[in-house]
């Protein structure tokens, strides 16, 4: 229990980390160029990806501590976990913005925590879950 709770920290860690890399790009993105400040989930989009290559970084080696060597399908399985918490974080934003009338900026961090209980689950227990290592077994003779 204790070992899943400094997990949790470590993720928020992260999380926060991520959470204000996301929003500054977001922030420079649709402040410094029209284009961006009218078309904002397309610039949400962006910022989204470039946090969460960061957070697979820091979440594979720091937050669960992953030793498995990089694989195809671990990182198949963190776009599909991102893309959901993508779809959460955008899904929140529009509503927030467009439905609520609520301040970009300030929707663009509710959206980011919106989807953070979800990226935790996804990758605790599908991404990094511990895995088991079998033992090498010497080739048979035929």
Do not use: C
Not at 47 to 65: C, E, H, L, M, P
Not at 111 to 136: C, D, H, T, Y
Request: hydrophobic letters at 55%.
């Amino acid at each position: 229990m204790k070992h899943l709770f400094f997990q949790m920290m470590r993720f928020g860690v992260v999380g926060v980390g991520n959470m204000l890399l996301d929003l500054l790009i977001y922030t420079l993105l649709t402040r410094t160029s029209d284009f961006f400040q009218h078309y904002y989930l397309l610039a949400a989009f962006v910022a989204f990806i470039i946090s969460a290559s960061n957070s697979y970084i820091w979440n594979k080696r720091w937050t669960f501590k992953d030793k498995v060597q990089f694989t195809h399908t671990q990182l198949i399985k963190f776009y599909i976990a991102s893309a959901i918490a993508l779809s959460i974080n955008e899904t929140v934003l529009w509503i927030l913005v467009r439905h609520l009338g609520i301040f970009d900026i300030v929707a663009k961090l509710m959206a980011s925590i919106s989807a953070g209980g979800m990226n935790f689950v996804l990758q605790k227990f599908w991404i990094f879950r511990l895995r088991a290592i079998k033992p090498e077994t010497p080739m048979q003779e035929q």
